[in-house]
C-alpha cells in the first residue's frame, strides 16, 4: 500500500508539473516538458554537447538571476535613499513668509565715558604684573568681564589675563551697564516705508558677542523653556507695542525692493571706538537668520564698516517637507520636525538651536560651567575668565577632526555623538548680494548748508530687502515609494521572465488547488478500469458456464 500510495503522489505531481508547463504565462517554462521531442533533443546527450531542454533551463536560470539582482539593487535604493529633495512645482511669494531677524552687533564694546578699555589694559600691563601694584577691585571686576567678550587675537596678545582674580559676580550686568547706549547707536530705523521707533523694535538681546540689537526676533517665552532656564536675567527684551494697530514679531514681508524692506542709520562715537578689544576689524557684526533661531552671532555673520552706505538684497532659500516624506522615520528623511526632537531649553527646534544646546551641555560637562550667553539652570555655574580657554576648547570639540586628540572623557565623547543636530524639516535661510559706497555726510550737510558738526561719530547706513517678489522653493519629497517599488520589480520581472501577478497566481493555483482535482481525476479513471475489469471477469465467468 505505501508503495501504490507513492506512485499515486509522484504521479500526481508529475501530471501537474506537465500541465503548469504547458499553460504557464512565464517565458520558456513550457520547453521545460515537451515529450514530442526527438530522442536527439532529449535523450541522447552523447550526440549533442547540450540539450536543447539543458539550455532552456539555463537561460531561464540567468533570467532569474539578473532579475533577482536588479531587484535587490531597487531595494536597496528604497530602502536607503527614498527621499529626494527637489523644486517644488509652484512659486512662493515673499509675503507668505516672515520677514528674517536682524541681529546687529557693535565691534565697540564699551563706551570710553564708562570704562577705557586700552588704557586700563595698558596699566595692568605696565604696574600690575610688572611690579605688583594692587589694582582697584572694581576696575579690576570690569577689566576681566569685558575680556570674556573680546576676540581670539586679544587672548592670544594677552594670555596673563586669565590670572587676574577678578569678582566677575554679574558678568551680564556688568556687560549691560558697559554697552553702548542704544539711543546714541540707532538713529534712524524705517520698515515697509514707515518710520518706527528703534527703541521698540530694535531690542537688546544677550549674545557671546556682549548685548547687540535685533530687529524682528520671537519673542523669549516663545524660543525658551521657561521652567528650564534660570531666573538671574533675560535673553532678549519682551517686545511691548505702543499701539494697537502694530503686530507682534515675527513679522511678515510685504514684498520686495527697498520700500518694503528695513533701513536704519546706526551712530557710532569716534571716541568709543577700541582697537585692542576687537583687533583690526571696526564697525558692526550683522547676522540675518530665522525669527525662531536665537543668534550665535560669531558662528556666522556679516561685516558691516563704519561710514558707508550697505544695500542686502535677499533672496529666501526655503525647504519644505511632504506628507508623504513626512511618513518615513528621521534617519531615511535626514530631517526633524519639532514634535520629533525634544530640546531642554528651546521650544523650537532648528539646527542652530540644537547646536547651541548642545554646546552648552558639552562645555558644562568639560569645564563646570558655561558661557554667560548660554542657556542654563538655576544650579549651573557662570564661567568666568579663567575659563575661557576650556569654553574656546569646548567649541572645537564638537567639530569632526581628523587629528589624534581625544576628549579627556567618554561621556564627553558619548555626548558629542549623541547631539544629532539635524536640519529642520522646514528651514528658511537666505542668500545675500551686498553693495556698498562710502558715505559722505559731511560733504552733503555742506552743499544742504546744515552745519552740524560730523567729526565727533560715525554714520552708517544699512538697507535690508527682499530682492524679488517670488523664488523657487525645495521640497523634500518621497523618491521611492511602495507603489514604485512595485511598479519597478513588476517592470523587471517582466523584463526578465514575463512575470506578471496573474503569473504568481498560476503558480499559487497549480500548487494549492490542482493537485487535488487531477488527484479526484486520477481516481475516478483507476475506479473505472477497476469496475471495466470486474466486468470483463463476469463477462468471461458467464461465458464458461
Not at 528674517?100 to 589694559?121: Q, R
Not at 552733503?444 to 548748508?449: D, K, M, N, P, V
Not at 526578465?496 to 487535488?516: A, D, H, K, N, T
Request: some cysteine.
Amino acid at each position: 500500500m505505501p508503495t501504490i500510495r507513492k506512485r499515486l503522489r509522484r504521479s500526481i505531481q508529475l501530471e501537474v508539473f506537465r500541465e503548469y508547463c504547458a499553460n504557464s504565462s512565464i517565458h520558456g517554462v513550457r520547453y521545460f516538458d515537451r515529450d514530442e521531442r526527438t530522442a536527439c533533443e532529449s535523450v541522447n546527450v552523447l550526440s549533442l554537447p547540450f540539450t536543447r531542454r539543458f539550455w532552456w533551463l539555463v537561460v531561464f536560470l540567468c533570467s532569474m538571476v539578473g532579475c533577482g539582482v536588479m531587484i535587490h539593487k531597487t531595494y536597496v535604493k528604497w530602502n536607503q535613499v527614498p527621499i529626494i529633495v527637489t523644486f517644488s512645482e509652484k512659486t512662493t511669494p515673499v509675503w507668505d513668509i516672515h520677514f528674517p531677524a536682524i541681529t546687529i552687533c557693535p565691534e565697540t564694546k564699551a563706551s570710553v565715558e564708562k570704562l577705557n578699555f586700552t588704557a586700563e589694559i595698558n596699566f595692568l600691563m605696565e604696574n600690575y604684573f610688572q611690579s605688583n601694584a594692587t589694582l582697584d577691585s572694581d576696575r579690576l571686576n570690569l577689566v576681566t568681564t569685558l575680556s570674556q567678550i573680546c576676540n581670539r587675537l586679544f587672548h592670544s596678545s594677552f594670555p596673563t589675563l586669565v590670572f587676574l582674580n577678578g569678582k566677575e559676580d554679574d558678568i551680564v550686568g556688568t556687560l549691560r551697564n558697559l554697552s553702548l547706549s542704544r539711543h546714541s547707536t540707532l538713529g534712524i530705523c524705517q520698515y515697509n516705508n514707515e518710520y518706527i521707533l528703534c527703541m521698540d523694535h530694535l531690542k537688546e538681546t544677550l549674545t557671546e558677542e556682549g548685548f547687540c540689537y535685533t530687529f524682528n526676533l520671537m519673542a523669549e517665552d516663545e524660543i525658551f523653556r521657561k521652567p528650564a532656564l534660570h531666573n538671574e536675567y533675560q535673553y532678549t527684551e519682551n517686545w511691548s507695542s505702543m499701539t494697537d494697530n502694530e503686530t507682534a514679531p515675527p513679522l511678515r514681508a510685504r514684498g520686495s525692493g527697498l520700500h518694503a524692506g528695513l533701513s536704519l542709520f546706526l551712530k557710532q562715537m569716534k571716541d568709543d571706538v577700541d582697537y585692542i578689544c576687537t583687533g583690526f576689524s571696526q564697525g558692526y557684526k550683522l547676522m540675518i537668520h530665522d525669527p525662531a533661531e536665537y543668534p550665535q552671532v560669531s558662528m556666522r555673520n556679516m561685516r558691516i564698516p563704519l561710514g558707508h552706505e550697505i544695500s542686502i538684497a535677499l533672496k529666501p532659500q526655503m525647504i519644505v517637507t511632504s506628507q508623504s516624506a513626512a511618513d518615513f522615520s528621521w534617519e531615511k528623511r535626514q530631517c526633524f520636525f519639532n514634535h520629533e526632537r525634544y530640546l531642554r531649553y528651546f521650544k523650537i527646534y532648528n539646527q542652530e538651536n540644537c547646536e547651541l544646546e548642545c554646546l552648552t551641555n558639552v562645555t558644562e560637562a568639560l569645564c563646570g560651567c558655561v558661557r554667560f550667553s548660554m542657556p542654563r539652570s538655576n544650579d549651573t555655574k557662570i564661567c568666568t575668565l579663567g575659563e575661557w580657554d576650556c569654553m574656546y576648547q569646548a567649541r572645537w570639540l564638537l567639530r569632526p577632526t581628523h587629528d589624534h586628540y581625544v576628549p579627556p572623557d567618554e561621556h564627553i565623547t558619548d555626548m558629542i555623538q549623541k547631539c544629532n543636530c539635524l536640519p529642520a524639516c522646514s528651514s528658511v535661510t537666505y542668500d545675500v548680494e551686498t553693495t556698498q559706497t562710502t558715505l559722505d555726510l559731511e560733504r552733503y550737510l555742506r552743499a544742504s548748508h546744515e552745519y552740524v558738526v560730523t567729526d565727533k561719530f560715525f554714520i552708517t547706513s544699512l538697507s535690508i530687502y527682499f530682492k524679488e517678489s517670488y523664488f523657487i522653493t525645495s521640497k523634500r519629497s518621497e523618491l521611492y515609494g511602495w507603489v514604485d517599488f512595485l511598479a519597478n520589480c513588476g517592470g523587471l520581472l517582466g523584463l526578465f521572465m514575463g512575470v506578471s501577478i496573474l503569473s504568481l497566481l498560476e503558480i499559487c493555483y497549480y500548487i494549492s488547488i490542482r493537485p487535488f482535482s487531477v488527484n479526484r481525476k486520477i481516481g475516478s479513471v483507476e475506479r473505472h478500469k477497476a469496475n471495466e475489469v470486474h466486468n470483463s471477469l463476469l463477462a468471461v465467468v458467464t461465458k464458461s458456464e
